[in-house]
């Protein structure tokens, strides 16, 4: 059998988002009632990722997650904010930003999330994981995260879950 699911998530700025879908992974499954097979979950968004990693519980005085907090600031000594047009990045260039049909903004500056694009590339838009006996093969401490890496505007956010198995 196969099913599908969307999650959607709401974010605003200016704030990268982190959203644990774990527990609506795990639910999907149940739901389901799959016994053994894959779940993959895979972003709708150029600037968003999928990965795995530990749920910490640590966390600074704005609730941000200490190894959310390492991976940001690791990514952006990589890719390096992008504050005006042609510092760092060539993106976006003029075709681009003149294609037909493109939301025009009243500042193109809200346009600068090449670094959000990069850093989605790197990390990866899909994660897939076994279903083995009922259980999602995430281990103890394991979690699954979404994350909007384009801080720059408030946006509605998707990813879709897909279930294959018996």
Avoid at 25 to 48: A, L, M, P, W, Y
Avoid at 101 to 113: K, P
Wanted: net charge negative.
């Amino acid at each position: 059998m196969i099913y599908i699911k969307h999650l959607t998530f709401q974010t605003d700025s200016p704030k990268i988002h982190f959203f644990d879908i774990t527990e609506d992974v795990k639910e999907f499954v149940r739901d389901n009632n799959i016994k053994n097979g894959t779940v993959t979950i895979q972003s709708e968004h150029t600037t968003c990722a999928v990965f795995f990693e530990e749920y910490v519980h640590d966390e600074d005085l704005k609730g941000h997650d200490y190894l959310q907090i390492d991976l940001n600031n690791g990514l952006r000594r990589l890719f390096p904010d992008e504050t005006e047009f042609d510092c760092f990045y060539k993106y976006p260039g003029p075709k681009h930003l003149g294609r037909p049909g493109r939301t025009v903004f009243a500042d193109d500056c809200i346009c600068l999330n090449g670094p959000a694009h990069l850093k989605s590339s790197l990390i990866g838009c899909s994660q897939t994981f076994v279903i083995e006996d009922g259980v999602l093969q995430t281990g103890k401490f394991g979690s699954i995260w979404f994350v909007d890496f384009d801080y720059l505007r408030a946006r509605t956010r998707k990813c879709v879950l897909c279930l294959n198995g018996e």
